[in-house]
Structures are given as C-alpha cells and as structure tokens.
C-alpha cells in the first residue's frame, strides 16, 4: 500500500508522542492512522471486512448457527 | 481517587449455570473460586447471543442502545442489506475505554465484537470475527508478531464446524483454548495491567456440538465435561500467573439449553399468507438466496424472516421498504396480529410450540438503527429459527445447517472471588460493577 505525507500541527504530534505508551502505540504514525480508519469504518466510507472476508465470514456464522 | 487494585474477568461464551453446578465437583479451580466468592445467575439481554450480548455486557447498554441487533444488521431498509457487525458498530464507550481515559492498562483477549481491533490504552487481541491470523486483528499491530513466537498460529475458532466429524471439533476446541490460555498466560504474566478479560469461545461450541451426548449418553458423552475439565486446568494456570488476591470474576453472556428442532419461520409464514414468493423452491433454499434472485414477490408479501438461534421478523412497509405492502397507518394493526399468530404458532400434531414474541420498543431502553419489527423465540428457544424455504413443513427435527445439540438460554453466570453480588444480575450491570470495583462511576450513578 503506498503511503503519503501530511502535516499535523506540533501540539497534536507532541501529545501523542509523549503518550505513546498510555495510547498503546508504537508510533506517533501507527495511532494516527488507526484513528483515521476507525473514523472512516465508521463513517461506511471504509468497510471493517472485504468482500471476500465478508463472504466467507456469513458462511462461518451460518455454519455455527447463529445466522441462516 | 482512583482505586489501584486489579480485576481479571474470565468469560466463558454460552457457560450454563446449571450444567456449572453439575459440573463443579470435577472442577477444583472453579470450584474454588466458588467457595471463597460467590456465584449468582446473570440475565443476559434480548436475544440472548454472542453479537450484541458481551458487547452489551461492557457497554453497559443494551442491543437497542447500541443499534445493533445480532451478528448481522439490517445497514438500510432495501431486502438484502445485513451486513456482518464489526467493532465499528458499537461505541467506544466500553469500560477498557473508560478505564483508559483513567489511565488505567487493560488486556483484552477474545472478546466477540473487538474486530477490527481500536487503539486501547494496552494490549488488545481480537474476538471470533476476526477474518484469519494475517488479518491485522491486534492492538498495537506488532503484538500479532509476538503472538505468533509465543503460540505459533492462534486460532480464534473452531473451522468447520457444522459437521458429523465430532473427533475433528473436540481436537480443534481443545487446541484454540490451549492457545489462547498460553496467551494470556504469558501476556498477564509479563505485562502490565489493571483490567483484563479473556474471553473463550469454546464452551460454546463445546455445548452445540456435544450437550445431547453428555445427557443423553452416546460416543461423545464424556467429551463436554473432559472439555471443562481442560478449561479448568488452563483457568488454573492463568491465575497462577497473575498477583493473588486480585478481583476475579467468571461470567458468561448466555446460558444453553438442548435443541428440540427447528420451526421453518418462513414457511409458516407462507403458509399463513404473510410472505408469498414467485417460485417455490424445489429444493431447501436460504431466504436471501431467494431476495437476491427475484423470487419474493415483495408487492404481496406483509412479512418475512430471517433464522439463526432465534427469527427476526421484518414487515414490508410501504414507504419504508423499496416495495412495501403494509401501509404505514396499519403497521401497528399487522404487527400486531402477526405477533399475535406466532405465539399461537402450533407443531405438526397441533401442539402450541410456545413461542414468545417482543416489541424492540418495549424491550429496549432505546431503539437505535434499525431493529427487527419482531423478535421471535420458536418454543422459548427450545427450537432454532430455520429461515429457509422448501421444506414443505413447518417443524422440523433437527437444523438446517447441520448437527446441533444446543441453543441459547437466558441465564448466563457471575462467579466473584472475592464476592461482589450475592443475588442475580442483569448482564449490562457488569459494566457499573467493573467500573465501581476501579472508583469510577457506571451509567447507572
């Protein structure tokens, strides 16, 4: 997946870098993009599963019963 | 004032009260947390099951509240758009959430409903619905690497498992909760934490695929109480990797009962002239492999359902649905004669099967997304909701999509060591009792 640059001001980058631990993060990087595809699952704008996995995972739930 | 102690929760997906009792004497660590806490029954919420409960459980809100109403959700009112819930479905309002904005670490491992995993203040590994192992199911992403040299490839379920291969299923749940026991052995042993949970998805399976042969007798009769036998062993083991003295609590979302059958929702409802299709299948065939091909004739039909552990009943509204027929000033009237039909619903021979039939609005403290017009329990959960077509009958003695030995009970557990309760719970109030045990106040002050 290719990747590109954006700017956030310092405040922001500096209260997650001196949190990382607190935030469970490795990197300033890692939290950031994972707030922004939470925020856009959310959204619908990205989906939590593809169509593949989402296929296959109906099959595992019908298969377990819970659905039909 | 924060209190500093630390609270592990261990929960045991589908774990009975009942057969608990019965099993207890064979199991010394569960046993004794028993005898020096408390063990009281825990309600769970409507309907019963994986997806929304233990969510519902950490949430503190029920299915309504949370707008998300089984493991699939209706995302619009066209017929074909239930979509697998996500962790994205439900708000970040659990107690791991809370607790983090505390300051406090939690250890999350296996909950249902954590996929795709959030950034929490710990360590997360995510539930059941996580597609495979290479999916990123962690949090942070570099403790899936150090999952994998901790335990090799870790199994969040058993594969495959509507199947007459019982050996294959008993070998396969024994293993996934081995793992994941290893797991968080090694992660509640080493790591810093407050709060953890570990939730294991093999009782239940364990239950639906061996309950009748552990009553009943059979090959497998012994395989269900061996299981627990197991769980016990690794449940010791993880408690002597974490600090004595701590909060301990074992709960499960649901309770089990045996499968009498299933109850063709959708053929009844033919049958009573609320859903008419273009085609009768020749062959059993899923209702929404019949709304994707066309052959609902959705301009005569009031209602139709879907299956699973329990039938969620939906009216074609017109205006709402894109070709609805119950107009929208009889909607109350049709529901409620519906409602009305399926609690007298009888079996083959003319017996009342006992269904119960719930109004989301009545049930729910709010009724967000959006619901099911009905919810259905075939025989009080005695029997599953079949959502198939083609059977030519509405009951039937076992289950459309394989071997089945259990459905869903209301009444799941709340063991406490040192005891919190000493009567039974609803399932939202481990929620506040979580909150409270760290000094911070639940949604219920």
């Known amino acids: 997946m290719g990747k590109r640059e954006l700017l956030i001001p310092e405040e922001i980058y500096r209260a997650i870098a001196d949190n990382l631990s607190r935030l469970g993060a490795s990197s300033v990087e890692e939290f950031v993009v994972y707030l922004l595809t939470d925020e856009l699952r959310r959204q619908g704008i990205l989906r939590a599963y593809g169509p593949e996995e989402e296929k296959a995972l109906e099959e595992h739930l019908r298969d377990l019963g819970y659905t039909d | 004032m924060v209190f500093v102690g630390r609270l592990l929760l261990i929960g045991l997906d589908c774990a009975d009260p009942e057969l608990l009792r019965e099993l207890l004497p064979e199991l010394p660590v569960l046993r004794g947390l028993v005898e020096e806490g408390s063990f009281v029954r825990l309600r769970s919420i409507d309907p019963p099951i994986t997806i929304p409960a233990w969510m519902c459980m950490f949430t503190g809100r029920d299915p309504g509240e949370l707008g998300v109403y089984g493991f699939r959700n209706r995302r619009d009112y066209s017929y074909d758009s239930l979509r697998v819930v996500s962790a994205t479905d439900f708000p970040r309002e659990a107690v791991w959430d809370r607790l983090g904005g505390a300051g406090l670490r939690s250890i999350l491992i296996g909950i249902p409903g954590t996929y795709p995993p959030r950034p929490i203040h710990g360590l997360l590994v995510s539930g059941f619905l996580a597609p495979n192992p290479s999916t990123q199911y962690t949090y942070p992403p570099s403790l899936r690497e150090r999952i994998r040299d901790l335990v090799g490839t870790y199994l969040f379920d058993v594969r495959g498992f509507r199947t007459h291969d019982k050996h294959r299923v008993l070998r396969e749940a024994l293993e996934m909760t081995?793992?994941?026991?290893?797991?968080?052995?090694?992660?509640?042993?080493?790591?810093?934490?407050?709060?953890?949970?570990?939730?294991?998805?093999?009782?239940?399976?364990?239950?639906?695929?061996?309950?009748?042969?552990?009553?009943?007798?059979?090959?497998?009769?012994?395989?269900?109480?061996?299981?627990?036998?197991?769980?016990?062993?690794?449940?010791?083991?993880?408690?002597?990797?974490?600090?004595?003295?701590?909060?301990?609590?074992?709960?499960?979302?649901?309770?089990?009962?045996?499968?009498?059958?299933?109850?063709?929702?959708?053929?009844?409802?033919?049958?009573?002239?609320?859903?008419?299709?273009?085609?009768?299948?020749?062959?059993?065939?899923?209702?929404?492999?019949?709304?994707?091909?066309?052959?609902?004739?959705?301009?005569?039909?009031?209602?139709?359902?879907?299956?699973?552990?329990?039938?969620?009943?939906?009216?074609?509204?017109?205006?709402?649905?894109?070709?609805?027929?119950?107009?929208?000033?009889?909607?109350?009237?049709?529901?409620?004669?519906?409602?009305?039909?399926?609690?007298?619903?009888?079996?083959?021979?003319?017996?009342?099967?006992?269904?119960?039939?719930?109004?989301?609005?009545?049930?729910?403290?709010e009724v967000r997304g959006i619901p099911p017009d009905l919810i259905v329990y075939p025989g009080n959960l005695r029997f599953r909701s079949l959502g198939s077509v083609g059977w030519g009958k509405i009951t039937l003695p076992g289950n459309d999509t394989g071997p089945d030995d259990a459905n869903h009970s209301h009444w799941g557990i709340f063991i406490s060591s040192p005891p919190l309760a000493d009567s039974d719970l609803g399932i939202t109030q481990v929620h506040d009792i979580i909150l409270g045990y760290f000094g911070l106040e639940g949604r219920n002050g």
């Open chain 2, 178 to 365: 081995q793992r994941r026991f290893r797991l968080a052995v090694e992660l509640l042993g080493n790591e810093a934490w407050d709060f953890a949970a570990v939730v294991e998805i093999g009782t239940d399976r364990i239950h639906h695929a061996f309950w009748a042969q552990h009553f009943e007798g059979g090959p497998f009769q012994d395989a269900l109480r061996d299981y627990y036998c197991f769980l016990d062993t690794c449940i010791g083991e993880l408690l002597e990797a974490v600090p004595r003295g701590i909060q301990i609590l074992v709960v499960s979302d649901h309770g089990a009962q045996g499968l009498e059958g299933g109850i063709a929702i959708n053929e009844w409802l033919l049958q009573e002239g609320y859903l008419t299709l273009k085609t009768y299948p020749k062959t059993p065939t899923r209702i929404g492999d019949l709304i994707r091909k066309g052959l609902v004739d959705w301009r005569r039909t009031l209602a139709w359902g879907e299956g699973g552990h329990y039938a969620r009943i939906f009216l074609n509204v017109k205006g709402r649905e894109p070709r609805g027929a119950v107009p929208q000033g009889k909607y109350d009237t049709v529901r409620r004669e519906l409602a009305s039909a399926l609690e007298g619903m009888v079996d083959g021979e003319g017996n009342p099967l006992g269904n119960r039939v719930l109004f989301p609005e009545e049930i729910y403290r």
